[in-house]
Structures are given as C-alpha cells and as structure tokens.
C-alpha cells in the first residue's frame, strides 16, 4: 500500500474517531428481545451531542436530537427513542442513523431483534449458579435448541462507588438459546434459574419471546444490591465496606462498597423498559444485618420500581411483578437453627406469604424441602425451582387462574386447658399430610427466645383443610407463647416437608411462625437478631 493511501487512511479514521461515530449502549445488540406492546420500548446509545438521530423499524421513522450535555471521558452525549407499542414479535432490523460534522450520514444496525417480555435475574451465587451445574443438566442443555424466541445475557461482575449508565463488562452478548450459550462456563452463564423460569413462562405463555438479563454476583450481601436511598430509609450506613469471598475460593477476597453493584449492574439497565425481576439472595445477610432483612428487602423492590418507572418517563410499571426464591438449605442436617428461618420470614416481610399487602405484585417460590446433600446451600433441583416461581409468576405477573402456591395458614386456635392446637389453611383445595412432623410449640414465656424451649408437637389428625397438632402434657394449663413450622435451616429431607398441596404436590406450604401473646413486641424481638 502507498503511503499516500495509508496517510488517508489514517486521516478518514482521525476524521471519523473525532466527529463522534453514534454507536448503541453495550448491551442494544442482535438477538435482543425488547419490551413487547402495549409497553412502549427504549432504544438507546451514544453519539455527538446536539445531533439528529433517525431511527427506523419496520418502515417506521422515529427522529430525536441527541443530549447537549455529554456524558463520558469520550465526549458523547446520549440519544434515546421511545418507540410506538410492538405488537409484532419480529424478527426485526433497527437502523440508526447521526450525520457527522462533515456531513456524512453514518448509519449502524442491529439486527434479529424480537418483542416481548424482558426480565431481570439478580441476586448471589444460586441465581449465578449456571444450567451445567444443576440435575439433568445434558438433557436440559440438549433441548435449548427448541427454543429460538428464548433470548440470554448475562453481565460481567463490575462495581462502582457511583451509578454508570452504561455496562462496563458482558459475560454473554445477546444469544439466541442454544447449548453453546445455555451451557457455557460453569458459574458464567447461563443461570439456571433465571432459565428455568423464562423457558417455562414462554412455554406456558404459547411461546412469546421471552428476553433473560443476568446480573448476579455470588456471595454478596442485599446491601450490595440497594440504593443509597433505600439505605438510609432501614437506617443502613452508605459508607460502609463489605468483605466479600467468592464461593469458589477461600482465599479470594473483594471488597465492595454498599450500593457498587447496583450502581455498576442494576442501574445501567434502568433505562431499557422490563417487563419484570426476579431475586434470589439472602444466604450472605445470615450474619449481616439479619434483623433489617424485610426492610432492606421491602426498600429494594421500591427503590428499583420507582427509578427504573422514572429512568424510562414512565413506561416501566411502577408496580412491576417481582419475584423471588424464598432461601433454601444449607446444613446438611435438620438440626441446626441458625438464622435462615429469621431470613425466610423477613422475605415475606414478615407476614409469612406473598403476595400481601406490604409490598404488592410480589411473589415467590418455597424451598426450604429441596436438601441436597451434600451441596449445602447450592442444591441442584433447580427444575423445581423454576416450576415454583413460574408458577407464581404466571398467576401473579399474567393474571392467570391457576394453582401457584402451597398451603396458606388461615388461622389457628386452641384452648389453654387442651392438648390440641387446630391449624386451618387457604390457598388450596386441600391439603397432603406427607409426614406428622415439623411443628414446635413453646409455653415457657420469655424463656421462647431460646431455641431449647420448643417443643415438637405432630400431626395427630387432618379434616378437609384443618389438622390437629397434639402438645406435650407439660404445656397443658399453660400459656402457649408460640407456635412454629420448619423453623430449622435444613428442616426436612427432600420433599418431605408435612404440608403440601393436595392437587399439585410440587407445591409445599410456606414456614411459619406465630406469637400468641398479645403484648409480643418485646418477645418478638428476641427472635429475631
């Protein structure tokens, strides 16, 4: 080559690099789903500021002017285009196109872009843990191929003391499934749960593109997770560091600052609309903060809902469906007490269920029966976790009438002078009495507050929807303080917990806890710390 042409060469490329090439963010890329109608979806990236942006989608026109302010150390300014509502689900070109100082029109493309439903996966290592980790994982990786419409990405580990708008690392680009991306790297992506839940929501919605968007980091505490705001609402400190020590390895440690993750991997996507989120975390707040959980994670939901409506003016529900696994096992014994029963019940916000009035369009999938031994806190049944939150989902987030929960405790009574306590249920038809165990009952006052003092009481009789637990002689004539169920961190073997659904045996009734007396703020407070 010349050196006159390889000096022109090098001049065009000055030329370009200097009048601002437009580009979209990091993760508007092929094989994208994007937010189907009657939402409206946001396509955006960056450019020269001040610019006229034309973007066209199926012989439509849309046309803005980029940000005067720019936004980066390279000088761009953001453009973005709210789109009309897609009803069709694609594929489809997105063309955008920015003229440069010296007049030429440059146009990029993304292409093979469906329209449907997009949801967040986020939480600690059992969202992180990927399909290759999980049973039946060849057939599971086998089968991706069935279905194109099922989008995957999964975002790098990053952090930052402030919030970024755009993502600084991918682990996965915009893929359509297949084997290759659904069974990639062990503990990259993709996530199993996350999966699990969308393929089966795509399945039972008759197929919609479903777009799946991990953004997980194991080993990482709740606070890691939550704005600044939501913080000082639970009366958290902002400031604070957290030592961090990857599942993996016992001699990795990583500090990270509260709020890094959400400012570096939630709120870069809070300007795409979503259709949803669902949540698995809480086994790194065992021994941090366990006492503010049902704040922290009740500010969570709030802080995200409101600057993820606001970031896109609007679109994104302010009550978006938000899902999550309530904790599952860790101990390999059904023992142990430890504070991941405290943790089950602060999930719920401490009523026990969702959803409920405390937070609404929350739901959720129990666990607490899957042990794996000896995999502590990481079982590998994932498949029954993805039924049991897509199950929730499709009767929370779609409005469908179908059975999604176990058995809900309606009421309970019992008289002093009896050895009986009558537990009713709701949610349900009927009720499976899998085995006689798993309730405890304490009559030994403030003494309660000392796990020794429960008592197990068993099932002794089941009538339609109520069963009659018969307590220890030494409770009879006396007060009963409380009453409690799979309050252990590893309560049962797997599916054996005593209360099931009598028409879908794959969904078990939620742990609970009860307080009798009537001035139990004090006592209740011992419980949980």
Avoid at 298 to 318: C, G, V
Avoid at 319 to 347: C, E, M
Avoid at 494 to 503: E, G
């Amino acid at each position: 080559m010349s050196f006159v042409k390889v000096t022109s060469l090098l001049l065009l490329i000055f030329v370009i690099q200097c009048n601002g090439m437009p580009r979209f963010a990091n993760y508007i890329q092929d094989h994208m789903v994007l937010q189907r109608a009657p939402q409206r979806a946001v396509v955006w990236g960056y450019g020269d500021p001040e610019k006229l942006t034309i973007l066209k989608l199926n012989n439509k026109i849309y046309t803005t002017i980029s940000d005067a302010k720019s936004m980066n150390e390279q000088d761009e300014s953001i453009w973005s285009i709210t789109l009309n509502p897609v009803y069709d689900e694609g594929p489809f070109d997105i063309h955008v196109s920015q003229p440069l100082t010296n007049g030429t029109l440059v146009t990029i493309t993304i292409h093979d872009v469906l329209f449907g439903d997009v949801w967040i996966c986020s939480g600690q290592s059992n969202m992180q843990l990927t399909v290759s980790l999980i049973y039946n994982a060849t057939e599971e990786i086998a089968n991706t191929d069935k279905y194109p419409k099922i989008r995957v990405f999964t975002a790098a580990d990053e952090s930052s003391t402030t919030p970024i708008e755009d993502l600084r690392g991918i682990r996965l680009n915009w893929s359509v499934a297949s084997p290759k991306n659904i069974g990639g790297p062990d503990w990259n992506y993709m996530s199993a749960v996350c999966w699990l839940y969308g393929r089966m929501t795509h399945v039972a919605l008759g197929g919609r593109p479903i777009g799946l968007i991990a953004t997980t980091v194991g080993g990482t505490p709740i606070e890691l997770w939550m704005p600044p705001k939501a913080l000082q609402d639970c009366e958290i400190p902002t400031d604070i560091d957290v030592i961090v020590k990857p599942f993996y390895s016992s001699s990795i440690e990583i500090p990270y600052n509260h709020s890094s993750l959400f400012n570096a991997m939630i709120y870069p996507f809070m300007r795409t609309v979503i259709y949803g989120v669902i949540w698995y975390q809480g086994e790194a707040n065992r021994d941090y903060n366990t006492d503010k959980y049902a704040c922290s994670f009740s500010k969570l939901i709030q802080y995200w809902r409101q600057m993820w409506h606001e970031r896109t003016d609007a679109i994104t529900d302010i009550q978006f469906p938000f899902g999550f696994v309530q904790l599952s096992t860790f101990a390999n014994n059904s023992k142990f007490i430890g504070s991941y029963p405290a943790i089950r019940w602060h999930q719920t916000f401490d009523i026990g269920y969702v959803p409920n009035s405390v937070v609404p369009k929350v739901f959720m999938a129990v666990t607490l029966d899957l042990r794996d031994d000896p995999n502590g806190d990481h079982p590998r049944y994932k498949h029954d976790v993805g039924y049991r939150l897509s199950r929730s989902g499709l009767a929370i987030a779609y409005n469908q009438q179908i059975e999604f929960q176990g058995p809900i405790v309606q009421s309970v009574t019992y008289s002093i002078d009896s050895r009986i306590v009558n537990i009713t249920y709701t949610a349900v038809s009927n009720i499976e009495v899998r085995n006689p165990n798993g309730f405890e009952v304490c009559c030994q006052g403030n003494k309660c507050s000392n796990d020794s003092s429960w008592i197990p009481v068993t099932i002794s009789s089941k009538i339609a929807l109520t069963i009659t637990l018969t307590i220890s002689s030494s409770c009879i004539g006396q007060q009963l303080y409380g009453l409690r169920y799979l309050w252990r961190e590893t309560p049962c073997p797997f599916k054996q917990a005593a209360i099931y659904s009598y028409t879908d045996s794959n969904l078990p009734s939620p742990p609970y806890f009860k307080l009798f007396q009537t001035d139990k703020e004090d006592l209740k407070n011992n419980f949980f710390i």
